[in-house]
């Protein structure tokens, strides 16, 4: 993962945790879900989104100028909240070039057991949102 400053051209990528608010149901993730996979299509927007435990991971991808609007309204979004953003910057390749916005949860892979698993031996300890990538790449939907 590259981590240069953000510039206004070329590839983007966004990482980030929150927490989905309390009540959140699968109506509502479904909404979300039908809105960002619309909304980035339109954009040229790629990515993934995993909910398990009440976390939400996102990694978003595509063009910085509209990446960066998406981030503002994803940003603002009631719907979840304690955004805490993993890491941006500028990518050479999209990771997620097949997904207007992939989804994934527990029956799918669990970032938790992933972590606690030798998959993520080779992961440094220390870089846990390299780690979170990883594990969003190892997930198979
Ligand atoms: C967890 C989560 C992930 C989201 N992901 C996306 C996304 O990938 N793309 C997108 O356009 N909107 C996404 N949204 C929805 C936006 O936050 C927002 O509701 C929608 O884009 C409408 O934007 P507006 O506030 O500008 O009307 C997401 C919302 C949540 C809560």
């Given at each position: 993962?590259?981590?240069?400053?953000?510039m206004?051209?070329?590839?983007?990528?966004?990482?980030?945790?929150?927490?989905?608010?309390?009540?959140?149901?699968?109506?509502?993730?479904?909404?979300?879900?039908?809105?960002?996979?619309?909304?980035n299509d339109?954009?040229?927007?790629t990515?993934?989104?995993?909910?398990?435990d009440?976390?939400?991971?996102?990694?978003?991808?595509?063009?910085?100028?509209?990446?960066?609007?998406?981030?503002?309204?994803?940003?603002?979004?009631?719907?979840?909240?304690?955004?805490?953003?993993?890491?941006?910057?500028?990518?050479?390749?999209?990771?997620?070039?097949?997904?207007?916005?992939?989804?994934?949860?527990?029956?799918?892979?669990s970032?938790?057991?992933?972590f606690?698993?030798?998959?993520?031996?080779?992961?440094?300890?220390?870089?846990?949102?390299?780690?979170?990538?990883?594990?969003?790449?190892?997930v198979?939907v």
């Open positions: 993962m590259t981590s240069d400053p953000i206004f051209d070329g590839l983007g990528f966004f990482l980030y945790r929150s927490t989905a608010c309390d009540g959140l149901n699968v109506g509502d993730l479904e909404d979300i879900l039908k809105a960002a996979r619309q909304r339109a954009a040229g927007l990515g993934c989104l995993h909910h398990e009440g976390l939400f991971f996102q990694w978003l991808e595509g063009p910085q100028y509209q990446l960066q609007h998406v981030i503002q309204s994803i940003l603002r979004d009631t719907r979840h909240r304690d955004i805490s953003v993993l890491g941006e910057g500028s990518l050479a390749q999209r990771r997620f070039q097949d997904w207007r916005m992939r989804f994934s949860d527990r029956e799918h892979g970032l938790m057991d992933w606690a698993s030798s998959s993520a031996s080779t992961v440094d300890p220390s870089d846990y949102a390299g780690g979170v990538v990883a594990f969003l790449q190892s198979a």
